[in-house]
């Protein structure tokens, strides 16, 4: 069952890259349906499948983004409604994300979740955004330093 | 950390355990926001619900239990819907070399108002088509451009050389590449087992190469005239004029004026929010600041370019506005404007100057080109709009940055066509005479392409 183990990384690193609940379901979703095609024809990794599912999420971001054709909506907007039918923790949550995404830019934010997140190397993170790993190094120190400036962050 | 050459090492300490620990907890606390899986056969369906429609509330699950079907049933359900839908457009290959006489077809990138009477042809030719392409260069006299790519698998990075026609001339392990010269560049290659990258300087048709320095650099900038190297480690970038090292900066955007006797940096800084920072323009050569714009804010979409004249610099950011838009700054006065009417979209398009020094600015919501003079004063005239316009030094402009997989090209006379390129054209490396380009293109779910287009005359 790799689409079930993988569908909650995939997520969370879609929503990582779009920051936006229902946009990050389209990317997973997306994702997968790109996944399925290439297994289908023999090909994309299947042994260790998440960095490949990764790249594929970011390229259609990439895509998404180039093509103009994501939109964003303010925070308080999905907080609010989050906060209409969720417990409290997981509004928390959400508004802790925020201002993570807020502090931070994108390729920080990217750089930090692969790394603290889902647990990365430099090296694969590396392959992944396209820098060198000592690019990596300098991406999460550089996030790290920002975050510190919001103490709260790490509450 | 004005003036100063800046650390390198980046000056920040590595997370604490305490730090480590709780970012990895809120990590996997996240796992609580992740919605339950849509059916397999919702995913399969196609992407006639994830991409046509702009980004909202696609595959919001019908039932997150269809999902625990054993996986090669629902394989083989998949494979079934799949196989029905005729040949699918992510299966297809970049294309064989073509010429494409441009038809004047309609495109939704080009404007209703252009009325070619002759298209303006072009030759295309898919050059490469690779997992992801890193970088298009172009020799500083415009003989070879190189293209450097990454393929799949963790094999070395690889850099092909090509001359104007596309055809492939050398072919080099590379994981950066710059030109110095003609026929001479830098490169940078990592060595695994010792995990240092190496830099060496090599030639054109030679094998020899000299090793020169430890440490990574990728070119993001290169001045022919005064052959100014702008290289970087991530944020940290380097100035090499005529083969020497002249001066190093920090920044988070660098762009070099076309006599590349300057270069402006944008600067972000973390003291407050959101991303304020600043803008300055450094001596090439020296290293020096000449100008800085310190009532501006950058925004993290770090983005600068001079105009033809060196005399102004465009820049994203806010100039005393409450949303980011686009600014011009005279750079020998010091006054930063910010355009009317630039402002508010997230997404913002890639403004891009014209040779006679105006600014054409694409706004993603009126789908129009606005062109404002470098004061600042909107001006009439008429682009083909597309959400990034590359414009070249000889008036060539290419629409990319659509939904097709086609670039609308306006030649210097002003005809306009579309030209297939079997890609979603994404950026646009031009030759240093502007008659020629590298398009590189998203060619479907596995490959990117870079294509050459040379209008015709």
Known sequence: MLYAAAWSPVYRYSLTLVRDLDDAADVAAETFRRAFVAWRAGKGAVAEPLPWLFLTARRIVVDRERRNRLVRWLPLTNAAADAADNPLSRTELWLWFRQLCEALPDRQREALVLRYGFDMSDEDIGRLIGVSPAGVHTLVSRALSRLRAQPEIFE | ?457
């Open chain 2, 1 to 457: 950390m004005n003036g100063k050459v800046p650390d390198r090492s980046t000056g920040a300490e590595p997370a604490t355990e305490t730090e480590r620990e709780r970012l990895k907890r809120r990590f996997s606390e996240m796992e609580t926001l992740v919605p339950p899986r849509p059916p397999l056969s919702a995913i399969a369906r196609g992407p006639a619900t994830a991409t046509t429609r702009p980004g909202r509330r696609m595959a919001r699950p019908l039932a997150g239990s269809f999902a625990a079907l054993a996986f090669v049933v629902v394989l083989i359900a998949t494979g079934f819907l799949i196989s029905r839908r005729s040949p699918t457009p992510e299966a297809t290959r970049p294309p064989a070399a073509s010429t494409a006489p441009a038809s004047p077809s309609a495109s939704r990138s080009l404007e209703a108002s252009a009325s070619p009477v002759a298209s303006p042809a072009a030759t295309v030719v898919a050059l490469k088509g690779e997992f992801l392409i890193l970088t298009a260069a172009w020799a500083p006299d415009g003989g070879h451009v190189a293209v450097t790519a990454v393929s799949e698998g963790g094999a070395p990075n690889v850099t092909d050389i090509f001359d104007r026609s596309g055809f492939k001339v050398e072919s080099i392990a590379a994981d950066e590449f710059a030109w110095t010269g003609a026929n001479t560049y830098r490169l940078t290659r990592g060595d695994v087992p010792t995990d240092t990258t190496h830099q060496y300087l090599g030639e054109l048709g030679s094998a020899n190469e000299t090793e020169v320095k430890v440490g990574s650099v990728a070119a993001v900038s290169y001045d022919p005239l005064s052959q100014c190297v702008a290289s970087h480690q991530t944020f940290d970038y380097t100035l090499w004029i005529g083969g020497r090292e002249s001066a190093s900066r920090e920044g988070d955007a660098l762009a070099c004026s076309t006599d590349g006797s300057e270069v402006a940096v944008v600067q972000i800084t973390s003291d407050t929010l959101p991303y304020p920072g600043w803008v300055e323009v450094i001596d090439a050569h020296t290293g020096k600041v000449i100008r800085e714009f310190r009532d501006v804010q950058s925004s993290d979409r770090a983005w600068a370019a001079f105009s033809p004249d060196g005399r102004a610099l465009a820049f994203y950011g806010s100039a005393g506005e409450v949303s980011y838009g686009t600014c011009i700054a005279d750079v020998s006065t010091g006054t930063v404007r910010q355009l009317f009417g630039t402002s508010g979209f997230y997404v913002p398009a890639t403004p891009a100057w014209l040779p006679d020094g105006r600014l054409a600015v694409p706004n993603t919501v009126t789908e129009k080109v606005h062109i404002f003079g470098a004061d600042g004063v909107e001006s009439s005239g008429s682009l083909p709009f597309a959400p990034n316009l590359s414009i070249s030094s000889a008036g060539v402009v290419l629409a990319v940055g659509d939904l097709s997989r086609s670039v609308g090209i306006q030649s210097v006379d002003g005809r306009r066509s579309t030209l297939d390129l079997a890609a979603y054209p994404m950026y646009v490396v031009w030759s240093p005479d502007g008659l020629a380009a590298v398009v590189i293109g998203s060619a479907g779910t596995y490959d990117e392409t870079a294509v050459l287009v040379v209008p015709s005359e």
